[in-house]
């Protein structure tokens, strides 16, 4: 458990130092999650490795952390609602232009993938 | 207030204790209210949490430096809940690996879509130009909108607001929008929720479907590199 999260947070912290250092234009967490990614398929060729990061203790602390992912975003939004005076003058046109906007790009990004790939499996 | 009562406050308004027990006990509660409901849209766990718990700092009149010194402790786990997605994209990466050429024409389409027709719609209803920028990025996870605003010479606090309006937005919207297109395929889904509405989108996926949660936080880390590179560019024509 304590290595899981150990191994969690050095990810991050490598992601972080990589974009900030490099003036990278995605996220440390993200960069992150792929350095985990190449993490879990190089240990998955060397049987040697599942020892300090097997027994499926770091999924398990992975999925811990995902099953409340909804939780996170919590602190950050009650900032959020107390600053919407910064909307001012503007709250129905950015309303609308918001609203309409994220509509547009969920029905632009799941038609393409469609035509792309076909009515395909939906597996 | 007797002078017990008043020495408990100062007490529990110094400490972290208070708001962190009370943002997890809010989302305790809305996460149960909205499960009861089978996961309504409507009834977002988030939204409604964030709604007590404004309420309940306007009644004590507490500020949010107080508010945050508790909540903290749960901010900070957004990085490692991030790096944590390694698990399922890794779980089910033979699925993605199928889908890698759709989807990320999928999610170039959907990632332009995203801040051009924000920028349109909000230009033609009159914005002006300086919020147009603030704007741009509202798909994106919060900070790297920010930084793109940033660089851009918007105002990030402006689009700090819009990233979560946004986010909200989508995670309510995406259910309904998504079955009126008859879309039942759990990739596409994913893939559309997590563009438009990033974590709180993926977060929203992965309550209704593993792999939907799964493409949507793929297209929330690709369309965080793709705006940060694209809205520069874009912004750079227009001037």
Redesign the interface.
């Known amino acids: 458990m304590i290595i899981a999260?150990a191994l969690?947070?050095m990810?991050?912290l490598a992601?972080e130092v990589l974009t900030r250092s490099m003036g990278l234009?995605?996220?440390?967490?993200?960069l992150?999650?792929?350095?985990?990614?190449v993490?879990?398929?190089v240990r998955s060729r060397f049987p040697i490795l599942k020892k300090p990061a097997g027994d499926g203790v770091?999924?398990q602390?992975?999925?811990g952390?995902?099953?409340?992912?909804?939780?996170?975003?919590?602190?950050?939004?009650?900032?959020?609602?107390?600053?919407?005076d910064?909307?001012a003058d503007?709250w129905v046109?950015?309303a609308?232009?918001?609203?309409?906007?994220?509509?547009?790009?969920?029905?632009?990004?799941?038609?393409?993938?469609?035509?792309?790939?076909g009515k395909?499996d939906?597996? | 207030m007797s002078d017990v009562d008043f020495s408990l406050w100062v007490y529990l308004s110094r400490t972290p204790l208070l708001w962190l027990s009370v943002t997890l006990l809010a989302y305790g509660m809305t996460d149960a209210f909205s499960k009861k409901l089978n996961r309504h849209p409507l009834a977002n766990p988030v939204l409604l949490a964030i709604l007590i718990i404004a309420g309940l700092l306007r009644l004590t009149g507490t500020p949010y430096r107080t508010y945050f010194e508790g909540a903290q402790f749960i901010h900070f786990l957004l990085g490692p809940a991030t790096v944590a997605l390694a698990f399922p994209l890794y779980e089910h990466r033979e699925t993605v690996k199928r889908a890698l050429l759709p989807m990320m024409v999928a999610l170039i389409a959907g990632s332009i879509t995203a801040f051009v027709s924000a920028v349109w719609i909000a230009s033609i209803l009159g914005i002006p130009r300086s919020m147009l920028l603030s704007l741009a990025p509202k798909s994106v996870t919060a900070g790297v909108a920010m930084g793109i605003t940033e660089q851009l010479g918007g105002d990030p606090a402006l689009t700090a607001v819009l990233v979560i309006l946004t986010g909200i937005t989508g995670a309510i919207l995406a259910t309904p929008l998504l079955n009126a297109l008859g879309i039942k395929d759990w990739r596409a889904r994913g893939l559309a929720v997590g563009l438009a509405a990033h974590g709180i989108g993926t977060a929203r996926a992965f309550q209704v479907h593993p792999i939907a949660g799964t493409f949507a936080g793929i297209a929330m880390g690709l369309n965080a590199l793709l705006t940060a590179i694209l809205v520069p560019l874009a912004a750079s024509f227009i001037r």
């Open positions: 999260l969690i947070l990810c991050q992601g234009p995605i996220p440390g967490p993200v992150g999650m792929a350095i985990m990614f993490g879990l398929m770091l999924e602390t992975g999925s952390i995902l099953a409340s992912l909804s939780l996170l975003f919590v602190p950050a939004g009650v900032g959020i609602i107390q600053r919407l910064i909307l503007h046109a950015l609308i232009a918001l609203v309409a906007s994220t509509v547009l790009a969920m029905v632009v990004t799941v038609l393409t993938f469609r035509l792309m790939a395909g939906a597996s």
